[in-house]
């Protein structure tokens, strides 16, 4: 069964940088579609991106240029990159995955990361 861990969370200051990962084991990620959401202290749970390998990277919400998704199939991870962070930022952060298709939020057959906490203050 597949499981996720993501990793690089960090206190930074606004106008940074931070580049997360979530690393699969138990399968491949070829053929799953990767997603990256977000839940913010007091709020639901939102999508960032989707990436889905070797097909069609879908942005779900409006952060492209100040987020980007990249997978390294060889180390079985995907990477969120996120620049220009802002307080707004500040939230759990958490990736999924699902077998030939972006998940949702409340897709069935989903596997969910723990999270990891990125907090955007000076």
């Known amino acids: 069964q597949l499981q996720l861990a993501e990793s690089g969370g960090d206190l930074v200051q606004p106008g940074g940088s931070l580049r997360l990962s979530c690393a699969a084991s138990?399968?491949?990620?070829?053929?799953?579609?990767i997603g990256w959401f977000r839940q913010a202290p007091g709020k639901g749970r939102e999508a960032i991106l989707c990436e889905m390998s070797g097909r069609t990277i879908k942005y779900i919400n409006g952060v492209k240029g100040q987020f980007t998704i990249s997978r390294d199939n060889a180390k079985n991870t995907v990477y969120l990159q996120m620049n220009s962070l802002k307080p707004e930022d500040t939230a759990v952060y958490f990736c999924?995955?699902?077998?030939?298709?972006?998940?949702?939020?409340?897709?069935?057959?989903?596997?969910w990361g723990q999270g990891t906490q990125v907090t955007v203050s000076s």
């Open positions: 999924a995955a699902r077998v030939n298709e972006c998940p949702g939020i409340r897709s069935t057959n989903t596997y």
């Open positions: 138990g399968d491949t990620l070829g053929s799953y579609g």
